[in-house]
Protein backbone atom coordinates (compact mmCIF):
# COMPACT_ATOMS: atom_id res chain seq x y z
CA UNK A 1 0.00 0.00 0.00
CA UNK A 2 1.17 3.25 -0.86
CA UNK A 3 0.29 6.53 0.75
CA UNK A 4 -1.78 9.78 -0.07
CA UNK A 5 -3.40 10.41 -3.33
CA UNK A 6 -0.80 7.48 -5.66
CA UNK A 7 -2.72 4.78 -4.18
CA UNK A 8 -5.94 6.48 -4.25
CA UNK A 9 -5.03 6.58 -8.29
CA UNK A 10 -3.98 3.32 -8.27
CA UNK A 11 -7.37 1.88 -6.71
CA UNK A 12 -9.48 4.22 -9.25
CA UNK A 13 -7.32 2.69 -12.26
CA UNK A 14 -7.36 -1.09 -10.98
CA UNK A 15 -11.80 -0.97 -11.35
CA UNK A 16 -11.01 -0.33 -15.25
CA UNK A 17 -12.13 -3.40 -17.19
CA UNK A 18 -8.74 -5.44 -18.12
CA UNK A 19 -6.50 -3.47 -15.38
CA UNK A 20 -5.48 -5.52 -12.34
CA UNK A 21 -3.53 -3.75 -9.49
CA UNK A 22 0.08 -4.14 -11.36
CA UNK A 23 -1.51 -2.51 -13.96
CA UNK A 24 -3.24 0.50 -12.44
CA UNK A 25 -0.02 0.70 -10.33
CA UNK A 26 2.50 0.65 -13.48
CA UNK A 27 -0.06 3.04 -14.78
CA UNK A 28 0.42 5.61 -11.90
CA UNK A 29 3.86 5.31 -11.90
CA UNK A 30 4.31 6.18 -15.38
CA UNK A 31 1.63 9.18 -14.96
CA UNK A 32 4.31 10.12 -11.29
CA UNK A 33 7.58 10.16 -14.06
CA UNK A 34 5.79 11.89 -17.01
CA UNK A 35 5.87 15.57 -17.37
CA UNK A 36 3.01 17.48 -15.55
CA UNK A 37 1.80 18.61 -18.86
CA UNK A 38 0.68 14.79 -19.99
CA UNK A 39 -1.25 14.84 -16.29
CA UNK A 40 -2.94 18.40 -17.52
CA UNK A 41 -3.83 16.94 -21.01
CA UNK A 42 -5.67 13.77 -19.51
CA UNK A 43 -7.55 15.64 -16.89
CA UNK A 44 -8.93 17.51 -19.56
CA UNK A 45 -9.53 14.78 -21.67
CA UNK A 46 -11.61 12.83 -18.85
CA UNK A 47 -13.48 16.19 -18.80
CA UNK A 48 -14.53 16.29 -22.07
CA UNK A 49 -15.62 12.82 -21.98
CA UNK A 50 -17.77 13.40 -18.66
CA UNK A 51 -19.13 16.61 -19.69
CA UNK A 52 -19.28 16.15 -23.89
CA UNK A 53 -20.00 12.69 -24.87
CA UNK A 54 -23.64 11.75 -25.16
CA UNK A 55 -25.48 9.00 -26.43
CA UNK A 56 -27.49 8.93 -30.33
CA UNK A 57 -30.99 9.61 -29.50
CA UNK A 58 -31.79 6.86 -32.56
CA UNK A 59 -28.94 4.19 -32.32
CA UNK A 60 -27.34 4.43 -28.78
CA UNK A 61 -24.33 5.14 -30.48
CA UNK A 62 -21.55 7.64 -28.94
CA UNK A 63 -22.87 10.94 -30.29
CA UNK A 64 -21.23 14.95 -30.64
CA UNK A 65 -25.20 15.69 -31.03
CA UNK A 66 -28.16 14.61 -30.90
CA UNK A 67 -27.38 11.91 -33.86
CA UNK A 68 -24.23 10.16 -34.67
CA UNK A 69 -22.40 10.28 -37.55
CA UNK A 70 -24.00 7.38 -38.97
CA UNK A 71 -27.47 8.29 -38.56
CA UNK A 72 -27.07 11.46 -39.67
CA UNK A 73 -25.70 10.03 -42.93
CA UNK A 74 -28.40 10.09 -45.54
CA UNK A 75 -26.44 7.48 -47.72
CA UNK A 76 -26.59 4.71 -45.46
CA UNK A 77 -29.33 2.49 -46.03
CA UNK A 78 -32.20 2.96 -43.53
CA UNK A 79 -33.95 -0.59 -44.64
CA UNK A 80 -30.82 -2.73 -42.64
CA UNK A 81 -30.34 -2.41 -39.15
CA UNK A 82 -27.36 -4.13 -37.27
CA UNK A 83 -27.81 -4.99 -33.67
CA UNK A 84 -24.63 -4.87 -31.33
CA UNK A 85 -24.14 -4.74 -27.74
CA UNK A 86 -21.92 -1.97 -27.25
CA UNK A 87 -20.33 1.61 -29.76
CA UNK A 88 -17.70 -0.70 -30.08
CA UNK A 89 -19.13 -3.16 -31.93
CA UNK A 90 -19.64 -0.60 -34.35
CA UNK A 91 -16.38 0.41 -35.14
CA UNK A 92 -15.63 -3.35 -35.86
CA UNK A 93 -17.75 -3.68 -38.16
CA UNK A 94 -17.44 -0.23 -40.13
CA UNK A 95 -13.76 -1.29 -40.46
CA UNK A 96 -14.81 -4.23 -42.47
CA UNK A 97 -16.34 -1.53 -44.83
CA UNK A 98 -18.99 -4.02 -45.57
CA UNK A 99 -22.03 -3.05 -44.21
CA UNK A 100 -23.96 0.32 -45.51
CA UNK A 101 -27.13 0.23 -43.07
CA UNK A 102 -27.74 1.73 -39.57
CA UNK A 103 -26.83 0.68 -35.91
CA UNK A 104 -28.59 0.12 -33.06
CA UNK A 105 -26.73 -0.35 -29.48
CA UNK A 106 -28.47 -2.76 -26.91
CA UNK A 107 -25.56 -1.50 -24.03
CA UNK A 108 -25.04 -5.07 -23.21
CA UNK A 109 -26.49 -8.38 -23.70
CA UNK A 110 -28.95 -10.66 -21.38
CA UNK A 111 -27.19 -11.83 -18.30
CA UNK A 112 -29.67 -13.17 -15.90
CA UNK A 113 -26.88 -14.02 -13.07
CA UNK A 114 -25.30 -10.43 -13.09
CA UNK A 115 -28.93 -9.02 -12.83
CA UNK A 116 -29.29 -8.16 -16.79
CA UNK A 117 -32.51 -8.73 -18.14
CA UNK A 118 -34.50 -7.50 -21.25
CA UNK A 119 -35.74 -4.00 -19.45
CA UNK A 120 -32.02 -3.14 -18.59
CA UNK A 121 -31.04 -3.17 -22.70
CA UNK A 122 -32.01 -0.71 -25.28
CA UNK A 123 -34.78 -3.27 -26.52
CA UNK A 124 -37.36 -1.62 -25.88
CA UNK A 125 -36.19 1.50 -27.96
CA UNK A 126 -35.62 -1.05 -30.75
CA UNK A 127 -39.06 -2.16 -30.91
CA UNK A 128 -40.65 1.20 -31.02
CA UNK A 129 -37.78 2.58 -33.78
CA UNK A 130 -39.19 -0.04 -35.54
CA UNK A 131 -42.74 0.36 -35.01
CA UNK A 132 -42.54 4.20 -36.03
CA UNK A 133 -41.01 4.15 -38.72
CA UNK A 134 -40.57 7.32 -40.86
CA UNK A 135 -42.38 8.09 -43.94
CA UNK A 136 -41.30 5.94 -47.02
CA UNK A 137 -38.63 4.02 -45.41
CA UNK A 138 -39.22 0.26 -44.09
CA UNK A 139 -36.66 -1.73 -42.41
CA UNK A 140 -36.72 -5.01 -43.74
CA UNK A 141 -33.47 -6.86 -42.54
CA UNK A 142 -32.49 -7.02 -38.60
CA UNK A 143 -28.55 -8.33 -38.68
CA UNK A 144 -28.27 -9.46 -35.33
CA UNK A 145 -24.41 -8.94 -34.13
CA UNK A 146 -24.37 -9.81 -30.71
CA UNK A 147 -21.40 -11.74 -29.48
CA UNK A 148 -21.01 -15.38 -29.93
CA UNK A 149 -21.28 -16.63 -26.12
CA UNK A 150 -23.83 -17.85 -23.83
CA UNK A 151 -24.85 -13.77 -23.38
CA UNK A 152 -24.82 -13.26 -26.73
CA UNK A 153 -26.93 -16.27 -28.36
CA UNK A 154 -29.44 -15.70 -25.08
CA UNK A 155 -29.74 -12.16 -26.50
CA UNK A 156 -30.08 -13.23 -30.42
CA UNK A 157 -33.01 -15.54 -29.35
CA UNK A 158 -34.65 -13.51 -27.35
CA UNK A 159 -34.82 -11.22 -30.25
CA UNK A 160 -35.46 -13.45 -32.69
CA UNK A 161 -38.62 -13.76 -30.42
CA UNK A 162 -39.60 -10.49 -30.02
CA UNK A 163 -39.00 -9.24 -33.59
CA UNK A 164 -40.71 -12.54 -35.50
CA UNK A 165 -44.16 -11.16 -35.91
CA UNK A 166 -43.43 -7.82 -37.90
CA UNK A 167 -44.73 -8.38 -41.33
CA UNK A 168 -41.79 -8.38 -43.83
CA UNK A 169 -38.60 -7.92 -41.44
CA UNK A 170 -36.18 -10.78 -42.15
CA UNK A 171 -34.06 -11.79 -39.26
CA UNK A 172 -30.35 -12.45 -39.82
CA UNK A 173 -27.33 -14.01 -37.87
CA UNK A 174 -23.75 -12.84 -38.52
CA UNK A 175 -21.98 -16.06 -39.56
CA UNK A 176 -19.40 -17.47 -37.45
CA UNK A 177 -16.49 -19.82 -38.27
CA UNK A 178 -13.00 -20.57 -38.06
CA UNK A 179 -10.95 -17.87 -39.03
CA UNK A 180 -8.50 -16.74 -41.70
CA UNK A 181 -5.12 -18.63 -41.55
CA UNK A 182 -6.17 -20.90 -38.40
CA UNK A 183 -5.85 -24.79 -38.96
CA UNK A 184 -8.49 -27.23 -38.27
CA UNK A 185 -6.50 -29.01 -35.60
CA UNK A 186 -6.76 -26.34 -33.46
CA UNK A 187 -10.56 -25.16 -33.59
CA UNK A 188 -12.32 -26.03 -30.73
CA UNK A 189 -15.84 -28.08 -31.13
CA UNK A 190 -18.18 -25.14 -31.19
CA UNK A 191 -16.20 -23.05 -33.54
CA UNK A 192 -15.77 -25.77 -35.60
CA UNK A 193 -19.67 -26.73 -35.57
CA UNK A 194 -20.83 -23.69 -36.42
CA UNK A 195 -18.58 -23.21 -39.19
CA UNK A 196 -19.94 -26.80 -40.38
CA UNK A 197 -23.45 -25.12 -39.83
CA UNK A 198 -22.94 -22.54 -41.78
CA UNK A 199 -21.17 -23.61 -44.55
CA UNK A 200 -22.12 -22.45 -48.44
CA UNK A 201 -22.80 -23.64 -51.66
CA UNK A 202 -19.29 -23.28 -54.22
CA UNK A 203 -21.09 -24.51 -57.01
Not at 13 to 36: E, M, T, V
Not at 62 to 72: G, N, T
Not at 81 to 90: A, F, M, N, S, T
Amino acid sequence: MYEGPIQVLIDQLAKLPGLGPKGAQRIAFALLAGDKSEIDRLVAALGEVRDNVAFCEECGNIAAARLCRICSDARRDATKICVVEEPKDIYAIERTKEFDGRYHVLGGALDPLSGIGPDQLRIRELLQRLANQPDGVDVSEIIIATDPNTEGEATATYLLRMLKDFPGLSMTRLASGLPMGSDLEFADELTLGRALSGRRILA
